[in-house]
């Protein structure tokens, strides 16, 4: 994707020549959207220097319930104090289903004007310029699977009632699909509900979310989306938008996309797949070996040159600091099971779609395509945190010159992967996130580990709490 030349405060006037009002959105530590509509001369009068908004939306989830346990950035001791939000003008697009109202992202800052400690967009950035530091930057590429719904309507010509609704007086399962079995990658499925699958895409491409790729993928109803790869920080912006896309083209034709990890008991969850490579000031892949090694350690790494292992091994040192940032709800680690085409190790390999760090390089790529491909992800991660988390720690490891810690898996032989287990649970995983001697603290920093692992914690105190279907059904009658 081409970019576009840098926005300016002094451009803005003639930018929003024929606008009247401009919509303005952050990102919270569960990836959603929380913005509003302000009116063009405020947004004018804010646009350089920011404006105050709530800090409320740090402290509570994501169905905006205050954390039980409240935290240092937002909490009845400080009032819920108002952070600052400096509009990103480099963020700018048109809404094509509002009428091409303007949309900007916005960034949270202190009162000392030092990025919040949480702030998605910020956390990303403060790792990127690290890199810029060196004369590097980097680039990513994000695949989406997500389920999709349509409930039935009441009545010949009704419009379909909403799935909140209609989960009044069903139970989950009751949900329909929108189209029924298996079939990845087909030319027909997608036939059956055709406006709506062209609109998706083109509507990304409107949004400048624009799709490489975009195909039905196995599971009923089940749709994978590879976005148009780019810099790090604008690929982690558009793979954010891109839910927004979905949801607001999807609302239109009765349809409800489902990003969770894992929606179907017995079937693949959503897989959030996340490319990475490092570029230097000229766009040059940085992890390709310019001559093969014929003596490397390892015949997979025989063109992954001495920066690229030194990132791989970052990855592999540090994947189980961070499993909250790659697998953020209880839900998650539902889909992190073995047989379900998800990773449950440490673990990596050249072409190796089993393994949590596919490596993509010659002979089986073109050169500058050379990049690591981290399965672990499932389509229910804050996108920003997850390619903060895997660059953090890649560069970690190219800065320390750290070593693969552990042999490639091999085709066909899995039973010999010598990685460690990954978290079996978020309670598993927070406990590692937070633990004192953490690589999570080493490369984001106490303030950022406490405020995301409490708002973590917070997510299993109410799955502790709560009585599911399961245990119902099981011991209702039985106990």
Known sequence: MALSPPITVEALPDLLRDDTKVKLAGVDVDGLLRGKLVSKTKFLSIAKEGFGFCSVIFGWD???????QELKISNKQNGYRDLIAVPDLNSFRRIPWEDNLPLFLVSFFDDDSKPLCADPRGLLRTI????????????AGAEFEFFQFKVPSSAPNSPAPSVASYLKENTPDALPPLTEGMFGYSLTRPTLNKSYYHDVYDTC????????????????????????????????DRSSLFKYVVRSVASGYGITPCFMAKPRHGLPGNSGHTHVSVVDENGKNLF????????????????????????LAGILDGLPDVMPMLAPTINSYKRLVENFWAP?????????????????????????ATRFEVRVPGADTNPYFVMAAILALGWRGVELGLEIP??????????????????????????????????AREVFGDDFVEHFGGSRENEIRLW???????????????V
Not at 303 to 311: A, E, I, T, V
């Open 344 to 368: 449950v190790t440490v673990s990596w390999g050249l072409e190796h779609r089993a393994a949590s760090v596919r490596l993509i390089a010659p002979p089986t790529s073109k050169p500058g």
């Open 62 to 68: 994501m169905h905006d319930r205050l954390y039980d």
């Open 205 to 236: 491409a409107e949004f400048r979310c624009n799709l490489e790729g975009w195909h039905t993928e196995s599971g009923p109803g089940v749709y994978e989306a590879a976005l148009e790869f780019g810099q790090i920080s604008e690929m982690a």
């Open 288 to 311: 390709f070996r310019e001559q093969k090694d014929n003596d490397a350690k390892y015949p997979d790494i025989a063109h992954l040159s001495d920066l690229g292992r030194h990132f």
């Open 406 to 439: 552990i042999p490639p898996l091999g085709k066909g032989d899995e039973n010999k992967d010598k990685g460690a287990r990954l978290a079996k649970s978020l309670r598993e995983a927070t406990d590692r996130f937070m633990s004192k001697d953490s690589i």
């Open 464 to 478: 502790d709490e709560a009585v599911t279907d399961w245990e119902l059904k099981r011991y209702i009658e039985t």
């Open 128 to 139: 990127v310029e690290k890199l810029e530091k060196k004369g590097c930057n980097a680039m």
